[in-house]
């Protein structure tokens, strides 16, 4: 499905406010265009109007004196009121003149020595003419002000209207626009979510939050200001047409070269711009995500001294982005103002054109108060022109960063499921499992074994043998490309992702703390887990101990990742945090790796009442806190080539007792010094 339309798709679930919108924004153009017209009724039909012809009548309402004697325009004679003589005043270059008859047809006019000459084509008219002074003028002119200052008084009311329906519309499109944001926003982080692990091995975090920040951002200025000038511009052009064709069809069919002209730029200007909007989106992405692994690493760089390396490479990112964004702009530049100028001269060398071929030759073909009307509507016209034109570099942008954010969301992810289990007991067979991370490379290979409730496995092997994949795999991160892998009998794949889960608990050697309070962090926000529970889970694994010298106790703030806290501390949160949501089956990757000899030592004096009643998994490099395990699994390049207690292991004298004796004749060096 094409970008455009389904962001068109997410308009119409707040069709309602964009509607009413559009209607306000419509009663606001409609209220604001009415003032050139207006302008010409005041020009022609009042300014100009003493022009037209004059009746001598009797004294009344609209009737003017003149020498002894009363005239009222036609305009204003109603049906029952005499009409005497007919009188016309006509303006020649700055004066009014008033002649005592009527004129025969206009055309161009001149004065001299009391005559006044009217000359069209081949004809020519004179007339006796008197001079008006300028309170004569003003006699002509008082029927008309009353009139003026009422259109006057009725434009600014328009005016008050379509800026309150302008407000109202602008209000109510935004506020859509936002809703559709939050929406989508809602939408990409709901979905990520759902995403396999498998997704996120080969994309930076940093790409995926451009994604969700940026490229979003980018979508919102599409609602915000783009498609709101576009409607507003829509609007404003049709409404300027409708006037023009009113005023003159023949001026207003002109007028309409316009549209294609602005049509086959916007095309034209889409073609380039795409191609410098997707790689300058792709550019933030990476710039974001170099960043987000700087930040992460900072303290990696700076002690191997990889700062000016570090700069480098991000200077040759910005780099890029600053060539393609100055050429995006030279490309804007070129189709913003320039686009509208040139449409603009056009329009009015046509307009000129069209006047000059025989519109002013013939004596009027239109009058001023329409030549009025049509200069502003023209004028007008520019105006949502240029909106549009310097809105395509926001489209461009918004249309490519949908692209991104469509693609993401396109990305098949994982039913996440609601239905709750009971607790299993535990039982964990594993036969004959491979799995690799690509295609036709496995990481595991024929891996079989039986874990009964209530046992502990041991994992242990080199770095890259496979120990962690086999936790991956349990917990559904990944399925296996071959064998199965039962629970309680039953294949693990017939259970929803979440619902696999529900009964399981990790605790990794790098434990993640979330922004929140010690008690957040254990209870993870969980309904289930009541104060109570948190609190003996922490006492449970010794956590208490360590942790008396906090002011504010398990009411603490952790700040991102918990870098106030000890890794003991951070670890202990952690288990506790595995102990309160209770599991069948618990995991242990390498947990006590980075942990001081007295933290592992609280830790280890509270597995042997934690291990009681569930499965528990335990990957270790220091092979001393695994003596007591029911089963050790011996990993080598993703093969099982040892198992059994650490007494037969010991016996066997394979790999696991050279790895046990190597690890504890440095322990004993370490101890000598």
């Known amino acids: 499905m094409k970008v455009g339309k389904r962001l068109f798709e997410y308009a119409l679930l707040y069709k309602k406010t964009i509607i009413?919108?559009?209607?306000?924004?419509?009663?606001?153009?409609?209220?604001?265009?009415?003032?050139?017209?207006i302008a010409k009724k005041i020009i022609d039909d009042h300014i100009l109007g003493i022009e037209g012809t004059w009746y001598e009548t009797k004294e009344g309402k609209d009737a003017i004196a003149y020498q002894n004697k009363w005239y009222k325009r036609s305009d204003y004679l109603t049906d029952q009121e005499e009409k005497g003589k007919a009188v016309r005043v006509l303006q020649v270059e700055k004066s009014f003149y008033f002649i005592g008859e009527e004129?025969?047809?206009?055309?161009?006019?001149?004065?001299?020595?009391?005559?006044?000459?009217?000359?069209?084509?081949?004809?020519?008219?004179?007339?006796?003419?008197?001079?008006?002074?300028?309170?004569?003028?003003?006699?002509?002119?008082?029927?008309?002000?009353?009139?003026?200052?009422?259109?006057?008084?009725?434009?600014?009311?328009?005016?008050?209207?379509?800026?309150?329906?302008?407000?109202?519309?602008?209000?109510?499109?935004?506020?859509?626009s936002n809703r559709i944001i939050q929406k989508m926003r809602n939408d990409i982080f709901q979905h990520t979510q759902t995403l396999p692990i498998r997704y996120f091995d080969t994309l930076p975090a940093g790409k995926v939050v451009a994604r969700i920040t940026n490229d979003t951002e980018a979508i919102r200025e599409l609602y915000v200001t783009v498609l709101s000038t576009?409607?507003?511009?829509?609007?404003?052009?049709?409404?300027?047409?409708?006037?023009?064709?009113?005023?003159?069809?023949?001026?207003?069919?002109?007028?309409?070269?316009?549209?294609?002209?602005?049509?086959?730029?916007?095309?034209?200007?889409?073609?380039?711009?795409?191609?410098?909007?997707?790689?300058?989106?792709?550019?933030v992405s990476d710039i974001n995500a170099m960043v987000n692994e700087s930040i992460q690493g900072m303290s990696i760089i700076q002690a191997f001294g990889r700062e000016q390396k570090t700069v480098k490479e991000f200077d040759e990112l910005n780099e890029t982005h600053f060539k393609f964004q100055n050429k995006l702009l030279n490309l804007n530049s070129?189709?913003?103002?320039?686009?509208?100028?040139?449409?603009?001269?056009?329009?009015?060398?046509?307009?000129?054109?069209?006047?000059?071929?025989?519109?002013?030759?013939?004596?009027?073909?239109?009058?001023?108060?329409?030549?009025?009307?049509?200069v502003d509507y023209i004028n007008r016209l520019f105006?949502?022109?240029?909106?549009?034109?310097?809105q395509?570099?926001?489209?461009?942008?918004?249309?490519?960063?949908?692209?991104?954010?469509?693609?993401?969301?396109?990305?098949?992810?994982?039913?996440?499921?609601?239905?709750?289990?009971?607790?299993?007991?535990?039982?964990?067979?594993?036969?004959?499992?491979?799995?690799?991370?690509?295609?036709?490379?496995?990481?595991?290979?024929?891996?079989?074994?039986?874990?009964?409730?209530?046992?502990?496995?041991?994992?242990?092997?080199?770095?890259?043998?496979?120990?962690s994949s086999i936790m991956n795999l349990l917990f559904r991160f990944y399925d296996c490309d071959e064998g199965k892998i039962l629970i309680d009998g039953k294949d693990i794949k017939e259970f929803d992702h979440q619902t696999i889960r529900e009964h399981m608990g990790i605790v990794l050697q790098d434990p993640y703390l979330f922004s929140g309070t010690i008690a957040t962090n254990v209870t993870l926000n969980s309904s289930k887990i009541s104060?109570?529970?948190?609190?003996?889970?922490?006492?449970?694994?010794?956590?208490?101990?360590?942790?008396?010298?906090?002011?504010?106790?398990?009411?603490?703030?952790?700040?991102?990742?918990?870098?106030?806290?000890?890794?003991?501390?951070?670890?202990?949160?952690?288990?506790?945090?595995?102990?309160?949501?209770?599991?069948?089956?618990?995991?242990?990757?390498?947990?006590?790796?980075?942990?001081?000899?007295?933290?592992?030592?609280?830790?280890?004096?509270?597995?042997?009442?934690?291990?009681?009643?569930?499965?528990?998994?335990?990957?270790?490099?220091?092979?001393?806190?695994?003596?007591?395990?029911?089963?050790?699994?011996?990993?080598?390049?993703?093969e099982m080539i040892e198992k059994g207690t650490h007494d037969e292991l010991m016996n066997l004298k394979g790999r696991y007792y050279q790895m046990y004796e190597l690890q504890k004749g440095k322990e004993s060096v370490k101890k000598i010094s």
């Not at 009413?20 to 017209?37: H, Q």
């Not at 005023?247 to 549209?259: E, Q, R, V």
């Not at 060398?349 to 329409?370: A, E, K, R």
């Open 531 to 638: 104060r109570e529970k948190m609190e003996k889970a922490l006492k449970a694994v010794g956590a208490n101990r360590v942790m008396t010298h906090l002011e504010e106790g398990l009411d603490t703030e952790v700040v991102e990742k918990g870098s106030t806290l000890s890794s003991g501390q951070r670890q202990l949160i952690s288990f506790a945090r595995a102990l309160a949501f209770d599991p069948a089956i618990l995991i242990l990757d390498e947990a006590t790796s980075s942990i001081d000899t007295e933290t592992e030592s609280i830790i280890q004096n509270a597995m042997e009442v934690l291990k009681k009643g569930r499965t528990t998994f335990i990957i270790a490099h220091r092979l001393s806190t695994i003596k007591n395990a029911d089963q050790i699994i011996v990993l080598d390049k993703g």
């Open 230 to 283: 576009f409607f507003t511009s829509a609007i404003y052009i049709s409404g300027i047409y409708v006037a023009l064709f009113i005023l003159n069809p023949t001026l207003a069919t002109i007028s309409l070269i316009l549209l294609p002209i602005l049509y086959i730029w916007i095309i034209l200007y889409r073609k380039y711009a795409s191609k410098y909007n997707k790689i300058i989106r792709s550019k």
């Open 383 to 390: 105006q949502p022109v240029t909106g549009m034109v310097n």
């Open 334 to 374: 070129l189709t913003s103002h320039n686009l509208v100028n040139i449409l603009r001269n056009l329009a009015f060398v046509m307009f000129i054109w069209y006047f000059g071929g025989g519109s002013l030759g013939g004596g009027g073909f239109v009058t001023l108060g329409v030549l009025y009307a049509f």
């Open 392 to 467: 395509l570099a926001n489209l461009e942008q918004a249309l490519v960063a949908g692209e991104r954010v469509f693609t993401l969301l396109d990305e098949k992810g994982v039913k996440v499921s609601d239905q709750s289990i009971p607790r299993y007991k535990g039982n964990v067979t594993f036969q004959h499992v491979s799995f690799g991370y690509s295609e036709n490379h496995y990481v595991l290979k024929d891996i079989h074994f039986e874990a009964k409730q209530g046992e502990t496995i041991a994992l242990v092997g080199h770095t890259g043998s496979g120990k």
């Open 103 to 176: 004129v025969l047809f206009d055309g161009k006019r001149s004065y001299e020595d009391g005559v006044l000459t009217i000359e069209k084509a081949n004809r020519t008219a004179t007339y006796s003419a008197h001079r008006l002074n300028t309170d004569e003028l003003l006699a002509f002119y008082q029927p008309e002000i009353s009139r003026i200052v009422k259109l006057i008084l009725f434009y600014f009311v328009l005016l008050i209207v379509a800026s309150i329906f302008h407000y109202g519309q602008n209000l109510y499109l935004k506020t859509a």
């Open 20 to 37: 009413i919108a559009l209607i306000m924004l419509t009663l606001s153009v409609a209220a604001e265009l009415t003032g050139p017209f």
